[in-house]
């Protein structure tokens, strides 16, 4: 047995739709699809391959602990790029979504699930991968056009690699941070 998982944040129907429709310009305009076999995310915490029910169980149980956080409003606004490789809406930085990286990213660190953690810069990609040959023309196409959508964050999801294609696996709904129950101590 072994599953791949990705940990992130999924923007309401509504967003996706638009991010979508951008998104099969693109592929049409330019003949790239690579991007189009996954979900509009944003990325928490990269895949990671899990291959027994007793790390999958702990994977989760990490992830309960870290779902103790409070809604925010996240904002995506206009278009940028990983120079000649990825072409993304940014997603504005802001304490919420860097508080819940962070928090996630703590409750799994234990696990040693990856090697290294990269730099983190939130953002919802486009297109990637099969984008060096037309990234230029991309970008020129794009430079001059504003893009905003805004919504709550209540909760995170997983996603689970089945099929060939990313699918909802599980979806963790913010709980109250001051329920959170508190680490046992001799001396507290």
Known sequence: M???YLVCLVP???IVEDIDEIRNYISEKFNVHESL???AHITLYPPVKLSSLAAENRFFKSLEDAS???PFTQVLRNFNAFPEHTF???VA???GIMNLEKQISKALQPLKLIEKKEKVNPHLTLAFRDIKAVFTQIMADFKDRKFKREFQVASFSVYKHQDKR???YK???FKNPETKPKALSLFG
């Open 166 to 168: 990313w699918q909802p």
């Open 171 to 173: 979806e963790f709904a």
């Open 88 to 90: 993304y809406l940014d």
């Open 2 to 4: 072994e599953n791949l």
């Open 12 to 14: 309401p129907v509504s």
């Open 37 to 39: 076999k996954r979900p």
């Open 93 to 95: 930085q802001n304490e």
């Open 68 to 70: 103790f956080n409070t």
